[in-house]
């Protein structure tokens, strides 16, 4: 329960009280060490040897994981939980591609073996890789010019393209969208890589602030890394259009920076893995270095076997070389080499033309779920509220999720009078909501934005 | 973040024993981890954010991705004496000299069987003064534990240092990996543990641990670790497992005996006892790097320069020539 996960993270830990129950004093194979002394109420321990974790506090809880802790304990029929950043069927049920199944059938059949991976991961996965998101005709592809290492998914791919920054580009900044996946900034924070944010959400308009945007841009230092969602921003759904992203390019050019892409949605955004390709190939069309990271968790359902590749686009072979083998150096020291299973789902799938047929149907048919239920979610507000507010800009957002607009107060009573659990910046996780719920949904939203502030004097803390 | 929890428990289990009060009690703040490499790492992290001013000590040799390791966690090393070049044994003196000199509350990072690269393990009564020691100098230890099962073809039995320890009271970290004794290499399963005071403090540690592992992958990969749940989760299957286990730990030990068998029977002079003293994958040979170039340039026979061969590459196919070019390069020292 919400509650509970609050009253853990507000508790610090006093090291010398301990539950009388948990110590068994005298108990065999008890801790010879401890010898507790009663005063009152409290049990005091006097250890020979007094723990070194004592200073330790209890980590902050996951934002999106107690939202999905608070939907499990929630006992009400009408729940509803668009917190999730995973995909779900129209019965609202974990769903695992056909195609991946099938693929797992013949690694079974065939006897793989599990012997160790180089630290750059699977050759035919890398392969693969580099040339869904370039095209395999692209001359940075022929050319040999990008550095490519298979990742821990998205994350542990943006996290050796983090070390590698601060290994090498000393001082220099990364740039990260207000807002973006909160995950970002702990990954250059632990990698010790300085950040400032560009304008991005503009809750005015429930739109992008292009103009807020190219100005920070600008502003920022040269050499800046500029981090960038390829499609599908995570978590507003808001992408720039074609002509924008040449804007941004020119910008990104003059100002000498490096843009580094995370494209955790090829394919799922828009149906079409060529589609949501083309920021990325803009800017390798326009012979940039950059860095892109890629994740096979959402478009081929892949999730927690952590598949994904960091992808350095250099300017020379040579120059491509050199980082694979510095990328690998910091990769040796975190995990040694990178798990094998999912990088052989996706070259199996890749590498067979019927498979990958599949898969491309498979995923048109996701991204095509979450469309669907777009636009019954739109037509359900346009009909039901009569206040004419513009709700268009949900049919405008593209991916998974889509940022409603509603502020705290209004997304606290979402969950608190209508049981529908998102997280409290407004962002719902369409691909969590079936055709079926789309008028329940519609209504809770309607009454949120026009009643929220009437029904609850003071925010409650979720 | 914390990974697939049933694998973990069976994990702590063969680490900590199936009865450990420290399980019941739920005083271990464990994880799954990317094989021993990510557990190593995790726990180095973990020490650098909240022990920022800590060393460790490193044995001498160790696996030489330990340095790497610590080296990247940003945790200043020190090392310890371990392999005495003479005897192609322990150095014992020297090791519980440097444990001695060490400041108070020092962490060491100490293998739990097997030792690599040089397969020279404590004996029984070595490990317990190495503890009476930390005891007295209250350090920490970290035990890296690659070869559970795969020692000596009975996983209690090589987990024995570690239970010397937590006999003593002392609260210890421990990377498990499944790399070599399930064969699950490229899979990367593995699981770090810290030993607390109480479940408070676990419960406390472990969110840090989550916290450290979210920005550098997430959450760990899956099917090795619902391979390695399923089988010590089926009593049948895991069974099968410590028959399995055993049968790669007795070839192993098996070509040790047959190598120093063939090397005695070649009439060299040299002492081939560390053949069989030796334990684990690896035979810290002593061969000189010139040795080992001559071995590779000669006779074909790959190895690391330091002298360390892999006795899992040794096959009744093989053990004849390895002794015959061994014997040839060394003869003449």
Request: charged share 20%; net charge neutral; hydrophobic share 40%.
């Amino acid at each position: 329960m919400a509650s509970s996960m609050l009253s853990l993270g507000s508790t610090s830990l006093l090291p010398r009280e301990v539950n009388k129950d948990k110590l068994k004093l005298g108990t065999s194979g008890s801790n010879p060490f401890l010898k507790a002394k009663s005063f009152s109420r409290v049990t005091m321990t006097v250890a020979v040897k007094p723990s070194r974790f004592e200073g330790i506090t209890m980590a902050p809880p996951d934002p999106i994981l107690g939202v999905s802790e608070a939907f499990k304990a929630d006992t009400n029929e009408l729940k509803l939980n668009l917190g999730v950043g995973a995909y779900r069927t129209e019965e609202l049920q974990p769903y695992v591609l056909n195609v991946v199944k099938k693929a797992e059938n013949l690694m079974l059949e065939r006897g793989d073996n599990k012997e160790y991976l180089p630290i750059e991961g699977l050759a035919a996965f890398n392969k693969a890789t580099a040339e869904l998101l370039f095209g395999a005709g692209h001359p940075v592809i022929k050319e040999q010019k990008v550095a490519t290492i298979q990742g821990l998914s998205g994350t542990g791919s943006l996290r050796l393209a983090a070390a590698l920054i601060e290994r090498y580009f000393p001082g220099a900044k990364v740039l990260i969208s207000a807002p973006t996946w909160g995950n970002h900034k702990n990954i250059f924070n632990d990698a010790k890589v300085p950040w400032s944010e560009y304008r991005y959400y503009d809750p005015k308009t429930i739109g992008l602030d292009f103009e807020g945007m190219i100005a920070d841009i600008k502003e920022a230092p040269e050499g800046s890394f500029i981090l960038l969602h390829g499609c599908a921003h995570n978590p507003t759904g808001i992408d720039p259009t074609p002509e924008q992203w040449v804007k941004i390019a020119d910008v990104i050019q003059e100002k000498n920076h490096i843009p580094f892409f995370d494209v955790a949605y090829q394919g799922f955004a828009s149906g079409s893995l060529d589609e949501d390709a083309a920021s990325v190939r803009l800017f390798a069309d326009r012979g940039m270095e950059f860095f892109v990271a890629q994740s096979y968790s959402k478009n081929l359902g892949l999730y927690a076997e952590r598949i994904g590749a960091i992808n350095v686009v250099c300017s020379s072979a040579d120059a491509a070389t050199r980082v694979k083998s510095q990328l690998k150096r910091i990769a040796r020291p975190m995990y040694s080499n990178p798990p094998v299973h999912g990088a052989r789902i996706v070259a199996n799938v890749v590498g067979d033309a019927a498979m990958f047929g599949e898969w491309k149907a498979e995923m048109e048919m996701m991204a095509g779920r979450i469309k669907t239920v777009r636009q019954k979610l739109y037509d359900s507000l346009v009909s039901k509220d009569k206040s004419g507010k513009d709700w268009s800009f949900i049919l405008k957002q593209i991916g998974m999720f889509s940022f409603t607009g509603l502020n705290k107060a209004q997304s606290d009573n979402m969950t608190n009078k209508w049981h529908v659990y998102m997280t409290k910046d407004g962002r719902i996780s369409l691909a969590g909501l079936s055709l079926a719920k789309c008028e329940y949904l519609a209504d809770a939203i309607i009454d949120s934005y026009h009643n929220a502030l009437l029904y609850w004097e003071t925010p409650i803390e979720l | 973040m914390g990974g697939s929890v049933k694998m973990v428990e069976e994990t702590l289990k063969l680490a900590y024993g199936d009865d450990s009060e420290f399980i019941k009690d739920k005083r271990i703040a464990a994880v799954q981890a990317l094989s021993g490499t990510g557990a190593c790492r995790l726990f180095a992290d973990f020490q650098k954010r909240f022990c920022p001013s800590s060393q460790i000590y490193i044995p001498v040799p160790t696996w030489s991705n330990h340095h790497n390791i610590w080296r990247d966690a940003d945790v200043p090393q020190k090392t310890y004496h371990y392999y005495h070049p003479e005897t192609k044994g322990l150095n014992f003196s020297g090791l519980m000299d440097d444990v001695k000199n060490a400041p108070e509350g020092s962490f060491f990072l100490l293998h739990a069987c097997a030792h690599n690269p040089t397969g020279v393990d404590p004996t029984d009564e070595q490990w317990r003064e190495i503890s009476q020691l930390f005891k007295a100098k209250k350090h920490f230890a970290f035990f890296d534990m690659a070869y559970q099962g795969f020692a000596s073809g009975d996983p209690a039995r090589d987990a024995k240092s570690i239970r010397i320890f937590l006999e003593d009271g002392h609260h210890i970290g421990i990377s498990q990996s499944y790399a070599k004794n399930m064969g699950l290499y490229g899979q990367r399963v593995g699981c770090l543990s810290v030993l607390c005071a109480d479940e408070k403090q676990a419960v406390t540690v472990k969110s840090q641990l989550q916290q450290l592992a979210r920005p550098m992958y997430s959450n760990p990969p899956l099917h090795g670790a619902q391979i390695v749940s399923t089988i010590l989760g089926d009593p049948e299957l895991k069974s099968l497992w410590l028959k399995e286990v055993k049968i790669m730990a007795d070839r192993i030990i098996g070509m040790r005996t047959t190598l120093r068998e063939s090397l005695e029977k070649l009439g060299s002079p040299l002492s081939w006892e560390h053949v069989t003293k030796q334990i684990g994958m690896f035979w810290y040979s002593g061969l000189t790097p010139e040795q080992v170039d001559r071995l590779t340039s000669e006779y074909h026979i790959y190895m690391t320069r330091n002298g360390r061969i892999s006795m899992a590459g040794v096959t009744t196919g093989n053990v004849g020539y390895l002794a015959n070019a061994i014997h040839e390069v060394t003869k003449s020292s």
